[in-house]
Nanobody, 127 residues
Framework: QGQLVESGGGSVQAGGSLRLSCAAS?????????MSWFRQAPGKERERVAT????????DYADPVKGRFTISHDNAKNTLSLQMNSLKPEDTAMYYC???????????????????RGQGTQVTVSS
């Protein structure tokens, strides 16, 4: 059973950028399966931010981050990334890297259907 480890979180001013990375250890849990980034802010429900469909490379984003965030997977390094630009205070949250066990219908998957999850990395955006 592999593990996911996020890095790259931190504090930034509004308008700035951050790049989150997620590495897998102990297994091929970032290969050929649905992968997503979720986030949860204090007092708010967890939400899916971005999803990457394996094989086709199709991506899907939540409306609040469209045009600002980019999800990608580096096959050589087997890492999942989230490039976040034009950050806003409302992007402040704990961000989680996740991987499913299937490679289809990625857009309909809920948090509970991603059994592989990282410990989270905090992103704080100040105004």
């Amino acid at each position: 059973q592999g593990q996911l480890v996020e890095s790259g979180g931190g504090s930034v001013q509004a308008g700035g950028s951050l790049r989150l990375s997620c590495a897998a250890s102990g297994g091929d849990i970032l290969k050929d399966r649905c992968m997503s980034w979720f986030r949860q802010a204090p007092g708010k429900e967890r939400e899916r931010v971005a999803t990457l469909y394996p094989i086709t490379g199709v991506t899907d984003y939540a409306d609040p981050v469209k045009g600002r965030f980019t999800i990608s997977h580096d096959n050589a390094k087997n890492t999942l990334s989230l490039q976040m630009n034009s950050l806003k205070p409302e992007d402040t949250a704990m961000y989680y890297c996740t991987a499913a066990t299937i490679s289809w219908s990625c857009g309909g998957l809920l948090w509970k259907q991603y059994p592989h999850r990282g410990q989270g990395t905090q992103v704080t955006v100040s105004s």
